[in-house]
């Protein structure tokens, strides 16, 4: 066998090892992204389900659908520093529609004043949520960011699987424009309130 044989024959050798060992790296490469991109998606997945979940649960409460309707007269609101947030807390006499007393020293979470009177609903399991146009606007738009999360979720696992399925750019474009939309309108409730 000549030494120029023997030489092709080696580089031949040489670029199938490297060949193989590419092969190889890049087979763990797929995987490890398929692996990550599970992960992300079940987190994202997850974290979609509770916040659509737990904002319905709201929902149905500031629309009056569930829980136990009452009335809170507020007798004094003070801010205080909830994990450096402030948030106004009201207490006061908390009855039931029919004027029974619920609660002599009920706590709310809400913008209001002392000496008015908050509607409010008594939820099973999160405690009191107060009605109207500024609860209902974000918890709806809390529900759509978690329908949202699902949704991508689910756009995500079916692209993987090398299915053809895609909400399209037109579609997220108006999910993500309803999103926004929620968060001016409950932005704008946030402002009347204060002002009126």
Request: with cysteine; proline share 3%.
């Amino acid at each position: 066998m000549t030494s120029k044989a023997a030489r092709r024959r080696f580089r031949r050798a040489e670029r199938l090892r490297a060949f193989r060992d590419t092969r190889r790296r890049d087979r763990w490469e797929r995987r490890r992204e398929r692996w990550r991109r599970a992960v992300a998606v079940l987190v994202i997945a997850v974290a979609g389900v509770i916040l659509t979940g737990y904002a319905g649960l709201m929902l149905t409460g500031a629309l009056g659908l569930s829980g136990t309707p009452g009335e809170l007269h507020v007798e004094s609101c003070e801010v205080v520093r909830d994990h450096n947030k402030p948030i106004t807390e009201c207490r006061g006499e908390l009855l039931s529609t029919t004027g029974r007393l619920i609660a002599v020293n009920a706590v709310l979470d809400a913008d209001a004043r002392a000496g008015s009177t908050v509607a409010v609903r008594d939820q099973p399991y999160v405690g009191m949520e107060t009605l109207g146009p500024r609860a209902v606007v974000g918890w709806a738009t809390l529900m759509l960011i978690g329908v949202f999360a699902v949704t991508n979720g689910v756009v995500i696992v079916r692209d993987a699987a090398d299915q053809t399925f895609s909400l399209g750019p037109r579609t997220l474009v108006v999910l993500l424009a309803a999103i926004a939309a929620g968060a001016l309108v409950y932005g704008l409730t946030v402002l009347y309130e204060h002002l009126f």
